[in-house]
């Protein structure tokens, strides 16, 4: 689902899979009521914002191998604003990989995140969680995040990867309290 004019959602809003993008600028999506999403990909983009201000955690509740979900700000002004998530969970299944990412001059705010996890449960080969701050004033806000797991990581099999946290072209991601990294 694109939204292209200010739209709210007053009552519960709840999404499984798929994707919600806020496209525009000046447009504002917001779900003011009980919210929960597991398995979708959240995106602002070109001077947007997406707002979900009850949402308390994100699952990448994956059904099938190889999924990736997104939660991207792409833009100068976009901005993906899910302060009150405190936990970011990866997804079960085979080469599953949630991209987190802040594109030419958009902002991610989950500063209210403490723990990202990739579960040492399900299938762990080749799954990653991966953050990305590219471009100037892009940022990605994680200044609660005290932990971050990826169980597969650094482990001398050759059926892994390592999740990521890559800063660029004066990106900025935001973890000054990250004291347990584990992987």
């Given at each position: 689902l694109t939204v292209t004019s200010n739209s709210t959602v007053s009552g519960a809003f709840s999404m499984t899979g798929g994707s919600l993008t806020a496209q525009g600028t000046g447009v504002a999506f917001a779900a003011s009521g009980a919210t929960t999403v597991g398995g979708a990909s959240?995106?602002?983009?070109?001077?947007?914002?997406?707002?979900?201000?009850?949402?308390?955690s994100y699952t990448n509740?994956?059904?099938?191998?190889s999924q990736i979900r997104s939660l991207i700000a792409t833009?100068?002004?976009s901005v993906l604003e899910l302060r009150n998530v405190t936990t970011v969970t990866n997804g079960l299944d085979f080469d599953t990989h949630l991209?987190?990412?802040?594109?030419?001059?958009?902002?991610?705010?989950?500063?209210?995140?403490?723990?990202?996890?990739?579960?040492?449960?399900?299938?762990?080969?080749?799954?990653?969680?991966?953050?990305?701050?590219?471009?100037?004033?892009?940022?990605?806000?994680?200044?609660g995040l005290t932990s971050f797991s990826d169980m597969?990581?650094?482990?001398?099999?050759?059926?892994?990867?390592?999740?990521?946290?890559?800063?660029?072209?004066?990106?900025?991601?935001?973890?000054?309290?990250?004291?347990?990294?584990t992987g």
């Open positions: 959240l995106i602002a983009s070109g001077g947007a914002t997406l707002s979900l201000p009850n949402l308390t509740t994956t059904s099938v191998n833009g100068t002004g991209s987190i990412s802040a594109l030419a001059g958009g902002k991610v705010d989950l500063r209210g995140v403490t723990q990202i996890i990739d579960p040492s449960s399900g299938d762990t080969r080749f799954r990653t969680v991966d953050i990305t701050a590219d471009g100037a004033s892009s940022l990605v806000d994680l200044t597969q990581a650094r482990r001398s099999t050759s059926d892994r990867r390592d999740s990521t946290n890559t800063p660029k072209n004066s990106g900025t991601i935001q973890a000054p309290a990250l004291s347990v990294l």
